[in-house]
Every structure is written in C-alpha cells, then in structure tokens.
C-alpha cells in the first residue's frame, strides 16, 4: 500500500504544489499583464487593473472586459461577452507561474509571463 501511494505521489501532474492564494494571485497580477503560454506560443493576455477588474485578448482578438474573483483554489474570470465562470488553478515555483484551466478535459497547462505593458485595446472593444 505504500509503494502504491508512493507511486501515486509520482505520477501527480507538475500543478501538484499548493495552488497561489486569491491574495497572492491579486499582488502579483494586479498592475500587470499576463501572457499565456502554451508550448512557447502565446495563446492570449490579460492585463489585471485596480479591483479586480481585467481586459482580456485571444491572440489577434479584440479585447473584453472581465472580473475575477476567488472560488475555493481558484482563480474564476467573468467577461462582458462570456460570463462564464472560467476558472483557473495557478502555481507559483520560484519566477515560473502556470496555470490550468478547471474542468479541461486536455489538462493544457499554460506558462503565465508577467508584463509591465498594457494591451493595445481599441476603445469600442471595451465596456465600460
């Protein structure tokens, strides 16, 4: 039964570490912009505002409001265009953060790049 449970431990995916608090998540986030990752291709970005607020875009998408707020170990995001829930799970080891989509059937992981700029949201794209 041990070596069971050894094996088990093993075989966890590399999210296996204790998921960021919504107040570790909002320090880190809020300010910035984060890029998604999957593979070395950007996949989307959001830039995370003052109160939760955040502005989201596919690659070569327009741009949409959204919130997040905290759900248990999550991280959920609601948008003006999808209300969602979508929630996330992000780990922190050392400067690398990923993030997991809750419920996907594929387990993507996504590596999560923090950046100072803000995206190139065009004014009508955005609610207000």
């Known amino acids: 039964m041990r070596v069971l449970t050894l094996l088990l431990c093993l ?4 999210l296996a570490e204790p998921p960021m608090t919504a ?7 809020e ?3 984060l ?3 999957v593979d070395g291709a950007l996949w989307g970005s959001e830039q995370h505002l003052p109160g939760r607020e955040t502005r989201d875009a596919d690659v070569d998408g327009p741009c949409h409001a959204g919130r997040w707020y905290p759900e248990g170990d999550a991280i959920c995001f609601t948008y003006d265009v999808s209300p969602g829930p979508h929630c ?5 080891d050392g400067d690398t953060v990923q993030a997991e989509i809750l419920g996907d059937a594929d387990a993507t992981r996504y590596s999560v790049r923090r950046s100072d700029a803000p995206l190139a949201c065009p004014a009508p794209d955005v609610g207000v």
């Open 23 to 29: 107040a570790e998540f909002e320090a880190w986030a």
């Open 31 to 33: 300010g910035h912009t």
């Open 88 to 92: 996330w799970r992000f780990v922190r």
């Open 35 to 37: 890029d998604y990752y």
């Open 11 to 14: 075989a966890t995916p590399a």
